[in-house]
């Protein structure tokens, strides 16, 4: 069970807003995209049990870190996890049927890891989720092309001497391309540590 000390603070505030973008009178299907160590989508789930999750990881050794959680919680409304590389077509997410999905949750992954990634994000998510299904990203951002304030503008220079394709993102810019996949940036949300979070909705065809 890996525990990373930034999921342990802002587990509380994602979970504040989830409460405020889902319905939790009704079943609901979600996948975490990029779920770490497995502290936030077991956090999630012990509140939100009306919501089957489903947990996604890149990395092996996040993979077996959230199969311990799980294991520790015994929670019945947690998958077993998938691995899932972001930048791949949805075609291959691990058997995720198209308009399946009425949440999908990406926390801490877009500025560190490139920018196929993140383009996968949406194009993949827009696949999968339901008309009026929600994507809720976390993370720090730029707007506007500014970021703000200097602990982010130097956070984003270390991020982009350790890899010059990772780095924060511009709000904008992912507004762009999440319409391009029928998403459309519907709110944000100002989170403690100079973070935010981005509400999408997948347009319904009327």
């Not at 992912?174 to 989170?191: H, I, P, R, T, Y």
């Amino acid at each position: 069970m890996l525990n990373a000390a930034a999921a342990e603070r802002n587990k509380e505030p994602i979970l504040a807003v989830l409460r405020e973008c889902v319905d939790t009178n009704r079943p609901l299907n979600a996948l975490e995209i990029s779920s770490g160590t497995g502290q936030h989508v077991t956090h999630f789930a012990q509140s939100l049990r009306n919501i089957l999750w489903q947990p996604s990881e890149f990395d092996r050794q996040s993979i077996a870190s959230i199969e311990a959680y799980r294991a520790h919680y015994n929670l019945d409304n947690v998958k077993p996890a998938i691995h899932l590389d972001a930048s791949q077509p949805s075609e291959h997410w691990a058997g995720i049927q198209p308009e399946s999905l009425d949440l999908v949750l990406n926390i801490n992954m877009i500025h560190i890891s490139p920018m196929a990634c993140t383009e996968g994000l949406f194009k993949g998510t827009g696949a999968i989720l339901k008309p009026q299904g929600v994507l809720l990203t976390y993370g720090p951002y730029a707007v506007n092309g500014r970021i703000t304030p200097q602990s982010n503008i130097d956070f984003d220079c270390s991020l982009r001497q350790r890899c010059p394709d990772w780095g924060l993102r511009d709000v904008s810019l992912l507004s762009s391309l999440a319409q391009k996949s029928g998403l459309f940036l519907e709110k944000v949300v100002d989170m403690p540590a100079n973070n935010k979070c981005l509400l999408f909705r997948k347009e319904s065809l009327v």
